[in-house]
């Protein structure tokens, strides 16, 4: 006999909520649920832990395992996995997990990466990467708040950065560590030790311990790396 799917999506939150250790508050919401939608509905209202706690981890294992039967109530709710409607609305909330496929996001959606992937944003979307090896692509006027893995940003998109990162269009970066290869950019912010290659420092402000580093060098570091 076939379990319920509702019933499969509840036992792998109540799973993640013991491994997480979750608050009272959310384990409770969490076992009064009595549909999908309801799942949904705690899911957003604790999404910092959702994405940022090792609920994660147990998401991120289990979950694409039975979207395929639970999909057309989650995406109802607004949530999706791995995929993204073409004129998404600000409340569609993307979860990107390890796929090999890109994952691109569109409209004014929220893309929060939990597995190691590829990312392309369009339009207004956001992505956010705490911690993962993924790369992002941000093009149009997206924003990405990347913290881990690698970024290329291009068109007019924005970007909040402590990781590798290139830059090449009309773009904001602000980067608060790691590094920024700066091929063409409107504006960039540097803190912390955040090292900027660059063929100028035009509209380039340094705080803390950042620094400018001839674009030159970068390449030929890279030239030298490919050789190897």
């Given at each position: 006999?076939?379990?319920?799917?509702?019933?499969?999506?509840?036992?792998?939150?109540?799973?993640?909520?013991?491994?997480?250790?979750?608050?009272?508050?959310?384990y409770?919401?969490?076992?009064?649920?009595?549909n999908?939608?309801?799942?949904?509905?705690?899911?957003?209202a604790?999404?910092?832990?959702?994405?940022?706690?090792?609920?994660?981890?147990?998401i991120?294992?289990?979950?694409?395992?039975?979207?395929?039967?639970?999909?057309?109530?989650?995406?109802?709710?607004?949530?999706?996995?791995?995929?993204?409607?073409r004129?998404?609305?600000e409340?569609?909330?993307?979860?990107?997990?390890?796929t090999?496929?890109?994952?691109?996001?569109?409209?004014?959606?929220?893309?929060?990466?939990?597995?190691?992937?590829?990312?392309?944003?369009?339009?207004?979307?956001?992505?956010?990467?705490?911690k993962?090896?993924?790369?992002?692509?941000?093009?149009?006027?997206?924003?990405?708040?990347?913290?881990?893995?690698?970024?290329?940003?291009?068109?007019?998109?924005?970007?909040?950065?402590?990781?590798?990162?290139?830059?090449?269009?009309?773009?904001?970066?602000?980067?608060?560590?790691?590094?920024?290869?700066?091929?063409?950019?409107?504006?960039?912010?540097?803190?912390?030790?955040?090292?900027?290659?660059?063929?100028?420092n035009?509209?380039?402000?340094?705080?803390?311990?950042?620094?400018?580093?001839?674009?030159?060098?970068?390449?030929?570091?890279?030239?030298?790396t490919?050789?190897?």
């Amino acid at each position: 006999m076939e379990r319920d799917p509702f019933d499969m999506l509840k036992d792998l939150c109540i799973e993640a909520c013991h491994e997480r250790k979750a608050c009272a508050e959310g384990y409770k919401q969490m076992v009064k649920s009595g549909n999908i939608s309801q799942i949904m509905a705690t899911w957003r209202a604790n999404w910092e832990d959702l994405v940022d706690s090792k609920y994660a981890d147990i998401i991120r294992t289990q979950l694409p395992k039975i979207y395929p039967i639970i999909k057309a109530d989650m995406n109802a709710a607004g949530i999706y996995l791995n995929e993204c409607p073409r004129s998404a609305q600000e409340f569609v909330l993307v979860i990107v997990t390890g796929t090999k496929n890109v994952v691109k996001v569109f409209g004014y959606s929220n893309a929060y990466i939990l597995g190691e992937c590829k990312v392309s944003a369009y339009d207004h979307s956001q992505v956010y990467n705490s911690k993962h090896n993924a790369l992002v692509t941000l093009y149009d006027y997206s924003y990405g708040k990347i913290f881990a893995g690698k970024v290329v940003a291009l068109g007019h998109s924005n970007l909040s950065c402590m990781c590798e990162a290139i830059v090449d269009g009309p773009v904001k970066c602000m980067a608060y560590g790691g590094t920024v290869v700066a091929r063409k950019y409107r504006k960039i912010e540097a803190y912390i030790d955040a090292v900027v290659y660059s063929q100028s420092n035009f509209n380039i402000t340094l705080c803390n311990d950042a620094k400018i580093v001839n674009l030159k060098e970068y390449e030929q570091q890279t030239d030298y790396t490919c050789q190897q």
